[in-house]
């Protein structure tokens, strides 16, 4: 119903940067939080980034400085602008939304497929 599509992932070398963009299409009434998410193989998905509605931000302490997350709400797309990347960033990266769809109370969180961010030494 919903479908969440990330773009402008890639290979970039060590304190180069990147700009990802996720986009919201389906059934949507109206989005509220959206963030970014970040995995490698082993491990837990983390936070990286969240955006409230309103534009309220909270950051990883790891990328605090370094990303900056941002959204277009009539477009229903977040974005997340990473500078001065480093290889411990090397991840795949996955967006969410917490989604009301219409006809229905209650908000569910839809994630994209991810994309991958490599940074090289």
């Known amino acids: 119903q919903v479908q969440l599509v990330e773009s402008g992932g890639g290979l970039v070398q060590a304190g180069g940067s990147l700009r990802l963009a996720c986009v919201a299409s389906g059934r949507i009434f109206i989005i509220s939080d959206m963030g970014w998410y970040r995995q490698v193989p082993g491990k837990q998905r983390e936070l990286v980034a969240a955006?409230?509605?309103?534009?309220?931000?909270n950051y990883a302490d790891s990328v605090k400085g370094r990303f900056t997350i941002s959204r277009d709400n009539a477009k229903n797309t977040v974005y997340l602008r990473m500078n001065s990347l480093k290889p411990d960033d090397t991840a795949v990266y996955y967006c969410?939304?917490?989604?009301?769809?219409?006809?229905?109370?209650?908000?569910?969180?839809?994630w994209g497929q991810g994309t991958q961010v490599t940074v090289s030494s």
């Open positions: 955006i409230t509605r309103g534009g309220s931000t």
């Open positions: 969410n939304a917490d989604v009301l769809i219409p006809g229905t109370s209650v908000m569910q969180t839809y």
